[in-house]
């Protein structure tokens, strides 16, 4: 019998109601071995996204992950106030949990993926799917950052898709272009997970309903959680379903799930006052020609899937029904 | 019997090989009574596109349509020298033509513009497919140009397609992104035909072959030209073949073929000196629910087509074979 390999990962989050999923995938993925957490304003203040995400991770049965309080403002100007329109005054679409335990992490989010970096030399994945303030930070703390890391997966941008926080700007991105800026010129592997693909790869009410039903409160606060989230999709997609921007990045990290389109072309971030500011400039000049190699690129840009992925999702939040990891969670509240 | 309704038009041009292809398309067409040409630096020089305009004009009958130089740089900055590459040193692919005797018109191309609109005041319209600088120096000379004009199409921009001269922008919106924020700004109604388009409806060596079989100097001078304009398309679409600008944009404006997809969206342009400069940042954002109306917006974004395009363009350039009033032009030298 052979045991998938499992990662070392550092996951960076503003949990969010789609955070939220990619944070149980990844803790129900046997490819993750999740080392440590941090936490950036996006959704949600970096505060009350790492409330959230201690939360979730005792209702999982994982309190014993680190999570590290990191940046409340993005490089330049200051936190506008998240998008309660989208994930509840909370973040979590208005769901209640039971508070956990466990207090944050005594180092901050930028200095725990340099210590994790240093631990897993060349093999520690880090997977970023809020605004990149932290990641910029730390590769200013240790430059050897891209060095260290295997490969780095994010959620962020609009490459051929319109964006969604203005007409070309994705919200990650356009939340913090200079630390984006940063990240991206960096000198390693990188993988952009953008609206292209995000928005085109959609759940459901059946799988929602598949989710509610599933006996374990893990799946089932989800479920409830996307009840909120598939409100604000109701205006985008005109029924009831959602993107699901934060897992499909968490399953393309892992390996659950295949790009297919995936062009490896230079990004710039516009960080002009312009119409443009915050938009991912992916070159995809080579369209009409199955992109050619363009020498210098190194960001993956990923466009389009192989095979469907929400029943992977669905499946794969499903197995905590089965797990023994989050057996000692049944039974906590989701009121 | 009925006669097609022929609309007055004024047209703006850099010719240019597509140009030369869509200035013979309104000649063929019973749609369109080419009043004025306007010529601007864009693909060569404003100069040397009057020239081939006026030999082209000769080639086909039509020299008593007169053309008027305008503008030589851009609203800002200068003209760079055009893109021999594309179009070849003398702009039509080194096919040489009878140098024509008629001479410029004595005002310019934006005066002419002017003058067109005061002349046929609601009925009068325009097609512009080089740089907007003659159109924004036209709003500046008659500020109730809008007014005046029945309707402007323009062959410019890229909406959710890559761009041609950056990663995001558009040679002609490009070359002068500071009037085209004018010409968009302005009240009047809009179809924009940008490379969403003009670069899914290709033209293929069989009809480029059809051209030069067809007996008469005009589509056999135009054929010998995409020769040329094939070979820098071989570089992006990997075959010989090109994309249709210019002629599409004709086609549309004159209401040979129709748009399928063509939301009414917010169009902004990027002056921003980033990566982003020239880009048509066109909110598209309305995609996932077939584009809901926009209060305020009023540019037509075409995004595809109904039916063939190459068809009925060439089917328009063979009728030259057939038509009285080019049969003066038979025999003229194409070299």
New interface residues.
Partial sequence: MTTPISHPFYFDCDTGIDDALALAYLLASLQADVRGIGTVSGNVSAAVGARNTLDLLQLAGHAHIPVALGAHDPQTGTFRGGAPHVHGANGIGEVSLEAAGAGLAQETAAEMLVRLAHEHPGTLRVLAIGPLTNIAEALRLEPELPRLVEEITIMGGAA?????I???AEANIANDPEAATDVLAADWNITLVPLDVT?SNVLEESHRQELLAAGHPVPQALGEMLGYYFRFYEG???RACSAMHDPLAAALAVGGVKAAVAPVV?V?????????RG?T?????G???DYPEQPGARCRVVLSLEGDFAPHLVATLLSFSESTTAAVAVGAAVA
Same sequence: chains 1, 2.
Avoid: K, S, W
């Avoid at 051929?160 to 969604?164: V, W």
């Fill in positions: 051929l898709a319109p964006g969604n203005t007409a070309v928005m985008i997609f005109g230079q710039d971030v516009d960080t002009t006052d312009g119409p443009g938009q400039v992916c070159d995809l000049r369209l009409y020609m």
